[in-house]
């Protein structure tokens, strides 16, 4: 079955950094963009970076642009979300999706910035 599977988050201190990493198994991997999504406590969830299935391009929310940096190793089918500069307003559980029509949320891995 398909399976989306976050990992790497955990607590930093503010302006600190964290690589999320979603592996991925189940399907052709290296047809599919895959974007990584977040959600706050009482927020909705959130669009944050997209990459291409090749990888060739990328897409970030103005939140995060010049901060993340998503990237894939197709040959690994894992997908990745380089943070830096990380602020407290990116505390959130962060997810890893595929539009395959097989595709259920996960998890996610919780990111908290904080003191």
């Known amino acids: 079955q398909v399976q989306l599977v976050e990992s790497g988050g955990g607590l930093v201190q503010p302006g600190g950094s964290l690589r999320l990493s979603c592996a991925a198994s189940?399907?052709?991997?290296?047809?599919?963009?895959v974007s990584w999504y977040r959600q706050a406590p009482g927020k909705e969830r959130e669009l944050v970076a997209v990459?291409?299935?090749?990888?060739?391009?990328?897409n970030y929310a103005s939140s995060v642009k010049g901060r993340f940096t998503i990237s894939r190793d197709n040959a690994k089918n894992t997908v990745y979300l380089q943070m830096n500069s990380l602020k407290p307003e990116d505390t959130a559980v962060y997810y890893c999706?595929?539009?395959?029509?097989?595709?259920?949320w996960g998890q996610g891995t919780q990111v908290t910035v904080s003191l």
């Open positions: 189940g399907f052709a991997f290296s047809s599919y963009a």
């Open positions: 999706y595929a539009p395959n029509r097989q595709f259920r």
């Open positions: 990459i291409t299935n090749t990888g060739g391009s990328t």
